[in-house]
């Protein structure tokens, strides 16, 4: 969980989010599980 969390803001802040916004966490969340699934693709082959 705590390294889910920190995934979640690290991404938000990547993409221009203040980590004290309420809503970083949740679009640090969309993006890191985005990234996550895009790279186990391209990794794949399927891209």
């Known amino acids: 969980m705590k ?7 690290k991404a938000a802040a990547e993409f221009g ?3 004290e916004s309420p809503e970083a966490l949740i679009h640090g ?3 890191s599980a985005f990234l996550t699934i895009a790279t186990s ?3 794949q082959g399927c891209v």
């Open 3 to 9: 390294q889910t969390y920190q995934r979640a803001l």
């Open 17 to 19: 989010y203040q980590k």
């Open 29 to 31: 969340s969309v993006i």
């Open 41 to 43: 693709m391209s990794e």
